[in-house]
C-alpha cells in the first residue's frame, strides 16, 4: 500500500540521517558509539526485518521476479547480514559495520 511504502521511505530517510550522526560522532570522540546506539540499530534492523517479512508473505515468489527484483534481493541479502552481524555482535565478533550498506537503500528512492 503506499501507506506502507510511505513509511518505509520515512524509516531509510531516518536510518541515513541517523548513520550519518553515528559517523559525525565516532569521529568526533575517537570512535565511541552513542549512547543508545544498540537499541537505534536494533529498532531499524527489527523496522526492515518486518518490512522484508510482510512483502514475502504478501508477494511470495513474485518478490523475486518483479520489477523491482533487484532491490528486493539487495534489501533481503542486507537484512540478513544485519541480523547475522547482531547475533554475531552479541558474542562479541562482527562482520563490520553494516549500518552503512542499510543507507544506501536512500538510492532505492
Known sequence: SKAFETFVTLVIL?????????ANYEIRTLGNIPDGDF???VAFMSMFT???VAKLCLHRLWFFVNDDMSWNIFDIVLVAFSLFDQILSQSGVSLGDVSFAR???IFKM
Open 14 to 22: 531516518a536510518n541515513s540521517v541517523y548513520t550519518t550522526y553515528q
Open 39 to 41: 537499541y537505534i540499530e
Open 50 to 52: 518486518v518490512e522484508i
Open 103 to 105: 543507507a544506501l537503500r
